[in-house]
């Protein structure tokens, strides 16, 4: 197919936030990096009266606002008159027949189109029905594309029955469902730590790694979202998507190439590896929480249950990983935000330095920094000097910023619609790979809905969740080591 045709993005909920926060500051970085093709057009569908004029002015608001780079309007005014509007219902055909015609127009002879979905998933299927009778994603000459942005979905059900509508319209290469976790520089960087150099992956197994620590704390709560979040609590909003997906990169075999069907292969068999988590023994595995105050929260309802926390521990059972530890958290208003993976490496066989009485070695801790203060720290022990014997743990990093320079690290959402135009699937989750996600997630949900497991614990806006989540490492002689992964990045 034609890489060199003009290219049209329609956008669906072009109204919305994320199109003026995320994909119009992206689209517009691609533009002046020179990543677009020459001929393109950037098209808003959505309910909210338009002109071109007006759209172009609230678009050019919020790219002043949330780009991550240096707004100039010299670069928006060449920008700008890419971008159209188109005011349209999503149940009415005579209104994707309009967008039809005029992209026609826009495009002016054969063209590749992205549509991105920036609406609720309930509406998907009806719009690519739309789209169908229209017309518009019969590949003619030109590629047709399909973003789909979370949720995919809210248990295994409904996520199966989501990719039956989708796939009645599409084939699965025409869909692209993102999960933004996956567009981080940081995110992608695990596979090339592990697979662009030979000293980590002879220790990357249960010979060496006694545990993995997967963290994603917010310190942001509802944030406006109550109506949402109160519905799915942080199973579905995190863990499903992108809590999984981090433990999917870290814990992968090899592919054999770069390219997106082998990539995803893996990545689908480490989801088949893992335990699920089922019945009583969400007890023992599991622990929710919500934070004290939550049912204060307008639009939270009076009763709600909705864990805003959780903690797992998950096992991959294969002969890489039997038996080691996969502890994942997240949650809300925690006390900071940050993403971190802490690769936590056994103790060295025999301890054969007289230690001070007390003492005792750290063991080796290599800590993904995902975001903020992105890199990578590797802590092992050194020789304390003029001493006879003591040690000191010590600190070997790679700081983003400093190696590649402050802004270096774009986007998420710039990456992604890239990669989207250019038709690489990799950084997207395919049927498979959301479904064997859900059928992971689903039998905790339900287990917590039989109150199975101990009630919900509570615990205090601005701390690190929970007493529960620090009980469930402790059975195992373990704790969070958020703390030690501070001091690395202090020190
Ligand atoms: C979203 C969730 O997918 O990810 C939000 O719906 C969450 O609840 C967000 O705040 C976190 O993303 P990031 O990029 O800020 O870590």
Do not use: C
Not at 95 to 116: H, I, M, P, V, W
Not at 218 to 227: P, S
Not at 306 to 323: E, I, K, S
Not at 382 to 389: G, H, I, M, Q, R
Request: proline share 6%.
């Amino acid at each position: 197919m034609n890489k060199d045709l003009p290219v049209s993005v329609i956008i669906f909920g072009a109204s919305g936030d994320l199109t003026q926060r995320k994909l119009i500051p992206s689209l517009l970085n691609l533009s002046r990096k020179g990543r677009l093709p020459k001929a393109f057009s950037i098209v808003g569908f959505g309910a909210t009266a338009f002109t071109d004029e007006q759209f172009r002015n609230h678009l050019q608001d919020g790219a002043k606002q949330f780009a991550g780079f240096k707004f100039t309007p010299e670069e928006w005014a060449t920008f700008a008159p890419h971008l159209f509007y188109q005011q349209g219902r999503y149940d009415q055909t005579a209104d994707f027949q309009k967008l039809a015609d005029r992209l026609s127009e826009l495009e002016a002879g054969t063209a590749n189109r992205l549509y991105y979905m920036a609406i609720p998933p309930t509406l998907f299927p009806n719009i690519i029905e739309q789209l169908g009778t229209t017309g518009q994603i019969h590949e003619n000459g030109g590629w047709r594309r399909v973003v789909l942005e979370k949720p995919f979905g809210t248990d295994l059900a409904s996520a199966q029955k989501l990719n039956h509508q989708v796939h009645k319209g599409l084939n699965e290469d025409q869909i692209y469902r993102i999960d933004h976790y996956l567009g981080k520089e940081t995110v992608q960087n695990i596979l090339f730590t592990r697979f662009a150099n030979t000293i980590f992956e002879p220790l990357w197994n249960r010979n060496y790694i006694d545990h993995v620590q997967i963290t994603v704390a917010e310190k942001v709560g509802l944030e406006h979202r109550a109506g949402y979040y109160d519905s799915v609590g942080v199973l579905r909003d995190m863990f499903q998507n992108h809590l999984l997906q981090l433990l999917m990169l870290v814990a992968m075999e090899p592919p054999a190439s770069f390219k997106a069907s082998s990539l995803r292969n893996e990545k689908v068999k480490v989801l088949s590896a893992i335990q699920p988590i089922t019945g009583s023994a969400v007890a023992e595995h599991t622990v929710r929480a919500q934070y004290k105050g939550y049912l204060n929260e307008a639009e939270v309802k009076p009763d709600s249950i909705t864990p805003t926390y959780a903690a797992l521990r998950l096992y991959v059972n294969n002969w890489r990983w039997q038996g080691v530890p996969f502890y994942l958290r997240s949650g809300k208003n925690l006390a900071e935000k940050h993403s971190q993976i802490i690769i936590s490496f056994k103790e060295p066989p025999l301890a054969m330095f007289p230690m001070a009485p007390g003492h005792k070695t750290a063991s080796n801790m290599l800590v993904l920094y995902l975001q903020p203060d992105e890199g990578i720290h590797l802590r092992f022990e050194a020789k304390a000097p003029d001493t006879v014997s003591d040690t000191r743990s010590v600190d070997m990093e790679f700081n983003y910023a400093e190696a590649f320079g402050q802004t270096a690290i774009p986007e998420s959402y710039e990456r992604l619609l890239l990669d989207a135009l250019q038709g690489d699937a990799s950084l997207f989750t395919r049927a498979d790979e959301v479904e064997t996600a859900w059928g992971l997630i689903d039998p905790i949900l339900q287990a917590w809905e039989a109150n199975l497991a101990p009630p919900l614990a509570y615990y205090k806006p601005g701390t690190w969740g929970p007493a529960e989540a620090n009980t469930m490492l402790a059975r195992d002689g373990r704790k969070w080591m958020h703390e030690e992964a501070r001091h690395m990045l202090e020190s």
